[in-house]
């Protein structure tokens, strides 16, 4: 029969003078790795007769077995000793000046965004969502502007290849295709909002091919020009944060709305600069007009039951406005000196982003 004690002691005693985690698992792979002592004597017992197989088997299991357990107390000795170590030797100079940190910015489109939910919020609307790639119908047709119309050659739009039925997707070139999409799945009365992008071929300081609207739809019954007007000028002091800021209802014309206005708020300009609020010029900021009965039909809702009315506006164009960006194009341009120089704290400064608070209205 084999005797185990010596290998055993030589194990133990090399246990025993280690001093580090890593000769400790050096020693270990020597003792019961799959080359090792242990693995190889276990090998060897198929040459043995029956009865030797046996007890030689069941020495070098119990040998194996305290060798584990001795590597394992052995470790736990060892760990502690590091930590020890560590302790003693790292120490933090709490003394030391903090490390400064970089925080990102808000881009100037994302708050403005923000900022004109916030007012709208206010007065009782919600956020409405659509596609950027629309059907002809969403965009034009049910918006009043049939194939032949003078103002499908003023969006500059851009189309898709045709789909399995002939006609071509486009790029929506405004918001207002949400206005048709929520009138046919929503009963009024409605009020919402519909931030987004939208797309014009068309590239210079004041335009991007893509670029941000946000539309606005109120639909219920006995709406008339009057809640238009208030509603936009309470918007449009909120945003601009001037309490009696001159606003002005121009006549126009879109397809979709009649009758239709432009809404200009009171400016002066001083040595290429803008002052908003003061003086006898004016500035055009968003489009608007009563719901155009035959959209409020196209939709399936009776003009004589229910009335409305929309506006559109560009983000780009208010937040150049309000923040003095002169050039549209940086707005896309990731440079991160303008962001750290135009974009905004993400914590929010009080009384800057304060909905219908801000202009008193
Ligand atoms: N959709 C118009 C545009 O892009 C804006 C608008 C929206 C005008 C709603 C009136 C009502 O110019």
Redesign the pocket.
């Known amino acids: 029969m084999t005797d185990t004690g010596p290998l055993k002691a030589e194990l133990i005693a090399a246990i025993a003078a280690t001093e580090t985690l890593e000769q400790l698992e050096a020693v270990r792979l020597n003792a019961l790795g799959k080359k090792g002592l242990i693995s190889t004597q276990l090998k060897a017992l198929g040459g043995l007769a029956p009865d030797e197989r046996r007890q030689a088997g069941q020495a070098l299991n119990v040998v194996k077995e305290e060798i584990g357990v001795a590597l394992a107390e052995r470790q736990a000795v060892l760990k502690r000793a590091e930590l020890a170590d560590k302790l003693a030797s790292e120490t933090i100079d709490v003394s030391l000046p903090a490390r400064a940190t970089t925080n990102g910015r808000t881009h100037p489109l994302s708050r403005t965004i923000e900022e004109i939910s916030a007012i709208f919020s206010d007065m009782g609307f919600s956020i409405a969502e659509g596609p950027d790639i629309e059907t002809d119908f969403y965009n034009f047709t049910a918006l009043n502007i049939p194939p032949e119309h003078p103002a499908r050659q003023e969006h500059d739009t851009f189309y898709l290849n045709p789909d399995k039925t002939g006609t071509r997707p486009v790029l929506r070139t405004?918001t207002?295709p949400v206005q048709i999409r929520t009138m046919l799945n929503t009963p009024p009365p409605i009020r919402i909002i519909v931030p987004g992008r939208t797309y014009r071929s068309d590239h210079d300081a004041t335009h991007s091919p893509m670029f941000h609207?946000c539309?606005g739809l109120v639909i219920g019954e006995g709406i008339h020009m009057g809640h238009l007007k208030g509603c936009l000028i309470d918007f449009c002091r909120a945003f601009f944060g001037v309490k009696d800021l001159p606003v002005r209802f121009r006549p126009s014309f879109?397809p979709?709305?009649e009758p239709?206005a432009e809404v200009d708020i009171g400016c002066r300009r001083v040595d290429g600069g803008l002052e908003i609020g003061a003086g006898d010029d004016w500035l055009e900021i968003l489009?608007?007009?009563m719901v155009n009965p035959k959209v409020l039909e196209n939709c399936g809702l009776n003009s004589d039951e229910v009335q409305g009315f929309?506006?559109?506006m560009g983000v780009e164009r208010l937040a150049m406005l309000k923040y003095g960006i002169p050039d549209l194009r940086t707005f896309y341009e990731s440079d991160l000196r303008w962001l750290k120089h135009y974009g905004f704290m993400p914590v929010d400064v009080p009384g800057l982003h304060t909905g219908l608070g801000t202009g008193g209205a």
């Open positions: 405004h207002s609207q539309e879109f979709f709305t239709s489009g608007s007009g929309a506006f559109g």
